[in-house]
């Protein structure tokens, strides 16, 4: 059986019992970066069984999909659309920040059911980690040779920047 996401996914950070002081960040809310910048652009699914996805409106085609059919899902596609997230192109933290809607948004960096990324824990703290080491020690500071406004490469099947991602690090003197 084809099981797509439902629109209510999210990732859940939420393990009291085992908070650590890196982890204090809100727990209950997305990293809000993977919504605008998920590395995993689409995930996908192959159909196991003959599956109809019925019309939402009078008139509108139903959806067949037979079973073998791979079913690419647009996970950056749905963090962009502009009806969950108005002015999608916007990096706006503050839009997660009503905890109460943030099971109304599509959200799904680490993908979503059974096979959902092993490692979606794993990989947030180890981020924290890093970027607490990295703020602590040292100042970022864009390279000269950044293209600005930055652009998605293509023929990457992770999102890349166009140009490389260049920035310098400044010893910070502590
Ligand atoms: C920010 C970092 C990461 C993101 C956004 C990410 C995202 C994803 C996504 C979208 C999938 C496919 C899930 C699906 O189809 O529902 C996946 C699968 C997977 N990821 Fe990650 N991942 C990250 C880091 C990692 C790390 C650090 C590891 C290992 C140390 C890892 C190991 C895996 C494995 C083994 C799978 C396959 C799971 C399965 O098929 O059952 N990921 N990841």
Request: glycine share 4%; with cysteine; hydrophobic share 35%.
């Amino acid at each position: 059986m084809l099981r797509l996401c439902p629109s209510r996914i999210r990732t859940s950070n939420c393990h009291k019992s085992r908070r650590t002081i890196l982890s204090r960040l809100p727990l209950r809310q997305p990293a809000k970066i993977l919504r605008k910048w998920p590395p995993v652009s689409r995930t996908d699914r192959v159909c196991t069984k003959p599956y109809i996805i019925e019309n939402k409106s009078p008139g509108e085609p139903k959806l067949y999909i037979d079973s073998g059919i791979t079913i690419s899902i647009p996970i950056m596609g749905f963090h962009r659309d502009p009806l969950y997230y108005p002015d999608p192109e916007k990096f706006d933290p503050e839009r997660f920040d009503q905890a109460d809607k943030i099971m109304d948004y599509p959200y799904f960096p680490f993908g979503c059911g059974p096979r959902k990324c092993i490692a979606s824990r794993f990989a947030l703290i180890e981020l924290k980690a890093l970027l607490f080491k990295l703020v602590l020690h040292f100042e970022i500071v864009p390279s000269s040779k950044l293209q600005q406004p930055i652009q998605i490469a293509k023929g990457s099947f992770t999102p890349a920047i166009k140009g490389g991602f260049l920035f310098n690090l400044k010893k910070l003197s502590l």
